[in-house]
C-alpha cells in the first residue's frame, strides 16, 4: 500500500535503491540531491517485503511564509519513480496522500509521468512543459549533419576564442549575475550560495563538471556546468558575457561537449525551456522536444522564471 512518510521516517537508502532501479531514474530524485537543494521533503512511498517499490519525493518550501510543496530550484523534474514490483501506477493515488494542509502546491513531473493524471479528486491545475534532449548515440559527424546553425559554430571557430576547463562555480556565478542575473531579481545571494553547494555535493561525487570559453587575452566570455550521469548529461546552467554572446560562445561550448561524447549511451539534457527563443537555440543542436507536465494548485511558479528567462544563444 501508499505511505505518505514525513522525512525523518524515510529509509534513505531503500530510497536510492528505488530511484537506481526504476525506469524513471534521474539525479533529482537521488536523496542526496534532494537533501542539498530541500531544507526538508517528505514522500509517498509503496513498500513491499521492507523494500520500496515506488517513491513520489514531496519537497517544502516556504512561500509568503506558508509552508507548501515547491519545485526546488536546479531540480527540472520530479514526479513518481517506480520499478516493475509497483502496483500502483497511476500518479493520482499519490497525489491523494498529500496532507490538506499544504495549500500551496507547485510541482514537475518527470517526463515519463503524463499519463492519467486528472483534476478529480486532487484539484490541481495541469500545464505541459518541453524539455529538449539530443541522443549522443550517433558518431559526431552525424550529429554536426544535423546541426541548423552551423553559420554560428563556423563563425565562432573563426573567433579568437577556445574552450577550457573552468576549476571554480564562482566565474559562472559572477557570469551569470553581471548579465541576466541583473534582469532576474528574484534570484537571491541564497541560490547562488545553494548553487555553490550543489557544486560540491556532485564534484565530490565526480558528477560535475565546468567548462568555460576564453578570449585572446584569458578572459571567461562564456561558462557552463554540467551534470554527468552515466546515461545522461544535464546542461544545468550557463553565462555570457555580451563578447561571448557576440562571438558565439556557447554554441562552442556545447559542440565541444557534443563531439566529446559522440558515439556514447549518454543523452544531452538541455534542461528546455517554455521562452520560443531559448528552444530554438537547443533544436539547432538536433535537439527534439519532450513533453513533461507541471502541476499547480493556488499560485503561479515564481520562482521558476529565472530558467524561463535564460537565454544561452
Given at each position: ?6 522525512h525523518h521516517e ?12 526504476s525506469a524513471e531514474r ?7 540531491y ?9 514522500a509517498v512511498v509503496e513498500?513491499k ?7 513520489f519525493?514531496?519537497?517544502?518550501g516556504?512561500?509568503?511564509g506558508q ?7 536546479f ?20 497525489l ?12 514537475q ?33 552525424e550529429l ?18 577556445k ?17 541576466k542575473?541583473?534582469e532576474?531579481?528574484e ?19 565526480k ?6 570559453v ?21 546542461f544545468?546552467l550557463?553565462?555570457?558575457s555580451e ?7 556557447m554554441t ?10 559522440a ?10 525551456s ?17 513533453t ?22
Amino acid at each position: 500500500m501508499l505511505r505518505y512518510l514525513p522525512h525523518h521516517e524515510i529509509n534513505e537508502k531503500s530510497w536510492n535503491d528505488c530511484v537506481e532501479a526504476s525506469a524513471e531514474r534521474i539525479v533529482y530524485a537521488f536523496s542526496w540531491y534532494l537533501n542539498t537543494v530541500c531544507k526538508r521533503w517528505d514522500a509517498v512511498v509503496e513498500e513491499k517485503d521492507g523494500k520500496y517499490v515506488s517513491v513520489f519525493p514531496l519537497p517544502l518550501g516556504r512561500r509568503h511564509g506558508q509552508l507548501g510543496i515547491l519545485q526546488p530550484y536546479f531540480t527540472q523534474q520530479l514526479g513518481l519513480f517506480s520499478t516493475p514490483q509497483s502496483k500502483y501506477k497511476s500518479i493520482n493515488d499519490y497525489l491523494q496522500l498529500i496532507p490538506a494542509k499544504y495549500k500551496s502546491v507547485y510541482l514537475q513531473l518527470n517526463s515519463s509521468n503524463t499519463e492519467g493524471i486528472n483534476q478529480h479528486p486532487v484539484p490541481l491545475k495541469v500545464a505541459a512543459r518541453t524539455n529538449y534532449l539530443l541522443s549522443l548515440a550517433p558518431p559526431y559527424e552525424e550529429l554536426l549533419k544535423n546541426y541548423r546553425n552551423r553559420h554560428k559554430l563556423n563563425k565562432a571557430k573563426r573567433q579568437s576564442i577556445k574552450v577550457a576547463p573552468l576549476s571554480t562555480i564562482h566565474t559562472l556565478i559572477n557570469l551569470f549575475r553581471s548579465t541576466k542575473g541583473k534582469e532576474l531579481t528574484e534570484i537571491k545571494s541564497q541560490h547562488y550560495k545553494l548553487l555553490e553547494r550543489l557544486y560540491e555535493v556532485l564534484k565530490e561525487r565526480k558528477q560535475a563538471e565546468l567548462w568555460q570559453v576564453v578570449n585572446a587575452a584569458g578572459e571567461a566570455i562564456a561558462a557552463a556546468f554540467f551534470i554527468l550521469e552515466p546515461g545522461r548529461i544535464i546542461f544545468l546552467l550557463s553565462g555570457a558575457s555580451e563578447e561571448g554572446r557576440r562571438t558565439a560562445a556557447m554554441t562552442l561550448l556545447l559542440d565541444s561537449m557534443i563531439q566529446r561524447f559522440a558515439g556514447s549511451n549518454r543523452i544531452l539534457d538541455f534542461e528546455g525551456s517554455m521562452v520560443p527563443s531559448v528552444g530554438k537555440f537547443y533544436a539547432n543542436f538536433g535537439a527534439g522536444p519532450v513533453t513533461y507536465l507541471s502541476l499547480t494548485r493556488q499560485h503561479t511558479p515564481w520562482y521558476l522564471i529565472w530558467k524561463e528567462a535564460i537565454s544561452t544563444s
